[in-house]
């Protein structure tokens, strides 16, 4: 069977003239003319990006994916490829109701009408992994139902082995396709792709999203219903909202839509550097707007998390570039380590200043985030800056933001919007506030650990490889013990000879006193 598909990859590659992705390499160019001469009728006056775009299309939704992906790697690929990637969109037919029956059905071990009192057939909603439906739970309560596509598991491990073998024969080709990383980027992708196929992480991860705003001022994320939650079925709340890239319904309902773009970034800021947990697919067709003017958050499969130390750096380089401070924004790039540490800082800020200077006091319509994320990851192959892969993730949101904040209002000062915010944020994470919450933090531990520390540096001085360890420091060692140990020896003496004395003046004094 996978013989058969990868020879059906190999058609809808010579299909659109995608071997010139391969062959262009000097190496390989009689091959090139030997195919070219055989598939004489091919159509190559296409873009290279658009025939890449179909062939993905062609070869179904997990491609597709993949190639959704492979568009927010700016760092990895042309722009003109990347462009075009980025027009790849979910269009998936809904698989049949009795599918979706059979699914719930074995799921729950239970028929589907015991476990909803009512059951939509046709899907709201269907993309490359899932589809969802609306129910009704037995007491009556909306839900909406999100199912797992049967035998998808299957379907996209093969096509993942797949993947991953075609990768390794490019990157065995030229040395210009491994400098892409080809099969690091097929590892990324099927991580992504797999937590995708659990829908218990799904409905976790809209759990702790709904905690982090539990208050629900600012965004509003459906309750998770664990009962009905298997890894093939996720039952949530039903919400109900207007799409936000229907901006004339939201004006017809009195939404005030600057006011609701300007929300829209601090809730993105807000999830990024005071949880280090966001929404990374964030599309229009993932975001909704309630009647009141919050957001709804849907479609919580693909998640991005920061650390702290990543929070830091980042807030850093934001607030610097707010400030124009491009020595700053090289430093942090140095000090965290982003850049090899013989990086000259004059140099990078330099070319920090020439990409960033001209956005500066631009409305949103007038900036691409693209365009200057690519200027950065041009300066960024100069200078050999390393691309962490969990920002990967918030590249991809920061486009995202993009695109809906073009939809809402296209003279948002982004800038503006975000630096109070992240002011405060950086002003709590120093000074003596921060020192105290970390205390306060860290207490529990600290008074857990302390008693201990006498016994534990103990045993590992006794543990201690004698092999492992710098002769002269061990002996140095022992003689200390030895010292310590001979010094506690004379002390019990001496306190017993002092109690000794102690007695006989007792005696003494107490023999004197009868005598007289």
């Known amino acids: 069977m996978r013989i058969f598909r990868l020879f059906y990859i ?68 042309p722009p003109d490829i990347a462009d075009e990637l980025a027009k790849l969109q979910d269009r998936v037919p809904p698989f049949a109701y009795q599918e979706v029956e059979k699914v719930i059905t074995a799921a729950f071990n239970q028929p589907l009408d015991q476990l909803f009192s009512q059951f939509d057939e046709v899907p709201i909603a269907s993309a490359s992994v899932a589809q969802v439906h609306f129910a009704h739970l037995p007491h009556g309560e909306p839900v909406a139902v999100k199912v797992l596509r049967p035998n998808i598991e299957n379907t996209i491990a093969h096509d993942l082995r797949l993947m991953d073998t075609i990768a390794w024969l490019l990157q065995g080709i030229s040395s210009e396709v491994k400098r892409l990383k080809p099969r690091e980027v097929v590892a990324e992708f099927s991580r992504h792709t797999q937590s995708e196929l659990d829908l218990t992480l799904e409905a976790a991860n809209c759990s702790l999203l709904g905690r ?162 690519l200027s950065l990851f041009q300066m960024a192959r100069r200078f050999g800056v390393i691309i962490q892969p969990q920002l990967i993730m918030l590249q991809k949101t920061l486009l995202n933001i993009e695109g809906l904040g073009r939809e809402l209002d296209p003279n948002l000062d982004l800038w503006k919007s975000a630096q109070p915010f992240l002011t405060r944020w950086m002003s709590e994470q120093v000074g003596w506030r921060a020192i105290l919450k970390t ?25 201690t490889n004698q092999a492992e360890m710098d002769l002269p420091l061990r002996a140095s060692i022992d003689k200390l013990i030895e010292a310590q140990q001979l010094q506690a020896v004379w002390q019990r003496r001496l306190v017993l000879a002092i109690v000794a004395v102690a007695v006989v003046e007792v005696l003494l004094v107490a023999s004197s006193y009868f005598i007289h």
């Open 10 to 77: 190999i058609f809808i590659a010579l299909r659109f003239s995608l071997d010139e992705f391969i062959l262009s390499h000097t190496r390989l160019k009689p091959l090139q003319c030997v195919i070219n001469g055989l598939l004489f009728w091919r159509n190559k006056q296409t873009p290279r990006g658009e025939r890449l775009r179909l062939a993905l299309e062609n070869l179904g939704p997990i491609f597709v994916k993949f190639g959704q992906m492979l568009s927010t790697r700016r760092d990895l690929i």
């Open 212 to 373: 982090n705003f539990a208050d629900k001022s600012m965004l509003i994320v459906p309750e998770v219903h664990w009962d009905w939650c298997r890894k093939e079925v996720m039952v949530m709340q039903r919400m109900h909202g207007t799409p936000i890239s229907q901006r004339d319904v939201l004006t017809a309902k009195g939404i005030d839509i600057p006011s609701l773009a300007a929300e829209g970034v601090e809730i993105f800021f807000t999830q990024v550097f005071r949880d280090g947990f966001f929404h990374a697919d964030m599309h229009p067709g993932n975001i909704q707007v309630a009647d009141d003017g919050k957001y709804i958050a849907l479609d919580f499969g693909i998640m991005g998390t920061l650390n702290d130390t990543d929070k830091y750096y980042l807030a850093r380089n934001f607030l610097a570039f707010f400030n124009r401070d491009y020595r700053d924004v090289a430093q942090a790039h140095i000090d965290s380590g982003w850049v090899p540490a013989d990086t000259k800082r004059e140099e990078l800020e330099t070319a920090v200043r020439a990409i960033c200077e001209p956005i500066f006091d631009k409305p949103l319509k007038d900036i691409s985030f693209a365009r200057t994320l």
């Open 439 to 463: 205390v306060k933090k860290e207490l529990p531990h600290i008074a857990k650990v302390l008693p201990e520390m006498p016994r534990l540096a103990h045993q590992f001085l006794t543990q």
